[in-house]
C-alpha cells in the first residue's frame, strides 16, 4: 500500500489505454510518454501495458507503508527517499515506511512511477487509465489527493525473482542497481523540440506560405494545453479557400488546425473524430517526445516519409527488445546493488 501525504499538480494511474472502444465515442486516454513507461514497467518486471502513476510537472510525496520494488523514468525531476536523491532510469527497492519526494521537473514536463505488481484498481473497459473528464478509471476517476491509499497488486514471478536476485533482504531506506538505462534509449526533454511528421490528409487544402511556414518556423505551446491537446502559436495557417469538412477519425498526434490558423496536436486524451483540417500527423517515435514538452517551450516541425517513419519505429522496438534482454541478463548475473541509509 502506498499513501499520498501530498499530491503533486496532477498525478493519475494511466496504462496503455482503452483499445477498441473509440468507435463508440469511447477516448483511448492511457500514458502520455509511452516509452518512459514501457521501460519503468521493464525495470520492475511488470507485462507492457501495466498500469503506472503518471506525474505532470509537481510531483507528489508518497508514503510507502510497505517495501517496493519501483522505478521512476520520463522527465529531468530530482527525486528523493527520506531526503536522499533516488536515481531514475533504475529499479530501486524502497523500505517500508519510507518517505517518496518528487519535485518540480526542471526539463520536461511528466514522470512515470512503476511498482511491481502494478497498482490494484478497477479496470473499466479492459484499462486501468484514468479518463478525468467522464471520472472513470484509475482511482476513482480523479487526480489524486491527500490521503488517498494505492493498493498494490501481488508481484508476478518475474518481479518477485528481480527483487530476490537484484536486491535480497532490504536494510536500508533504498537499494538501487549500479547500472541503469542507456541515455540512448530514454526520450529527450528540453526547452526546444524537433518533432517529425507525416503531411496531413488535408495538407494541401493549405496555402503554398502556410506549408512552408508550418515546417520553418518555431510554435510556441499555449498555456491553455492538456492531456487532450497542446495549443500552438505561431504563424497563422490559412487555407486557400473556405471548405467544410466532415468529421473523420483522429489519433494521437494528429495536427489539426480550426479557424483561427493556429495548429492543435492532439494528445492522449483526444477526442474520437474531429472536423477541423489536418496538415500532419506526429510520427509514432516521436509522441513521447512531445509528450514532454511543457508550456513556453517551443517545437519546429520536420516533414518526413512514411517509410522513414516505419524504419525509426522498427528500430525504436529493436532497441526496447535489447533493453528487456539485458535485464533479463542482469538477472542471471545478480546484479550489483548500492544501498543508502
Known sequence: MIQVVKAGLLDTIQDSGRIGYQQFGVIQSGTMDTVSSRIANLLVGNAKGESVLEVTLVGPTLLFKEACLISLCGGDFTPEI?????????????????ILTIGAAKKGSRLVIAVAGGFDVPRVLNSSSTYLKAAIGGFLGRSLQKGDSLPIKTLGEKSKRMYESLFGKLTESFCTTTWSVAHLIRPFVGESYSIRVLAGRQKDLFTSQSQNFFLSSDYTINSQSDRMGYRLHGPQLLLTETKELLSEAVTFGTVQVPANGQPIVLMADRQTTGGYPKIAQVISVDLPLLAQAKPGDSIRFKEVS????????????????????????????????????
Do not use: F
Not at 536522499?84 to 529499479?91: A, D, L, R, S, T
Not at 516505419?310 to 545478480?334: N, P, V
Open 82 to 98: 527520506d531526503g536522499m536523491p533516488v536515481p531514475m532510469w533504475k529499479p530501486v527497492i524502497v523500505k517500508e515506511n519510507s
Open 306 to 341: 512514411l517509410h522513414t517513419a516505419q524504419q525509426l519505429l522498427q528500430q525504436l522496438e529493436t532497441t526496447i527488445s535489447d533493453l528487456r534482454l539485458g535485464i533479463e541478463l542482469k538477472l542471471i548475473a545478480g546484479g550489483i546493488r548500492s544501498c543508502y541509509l
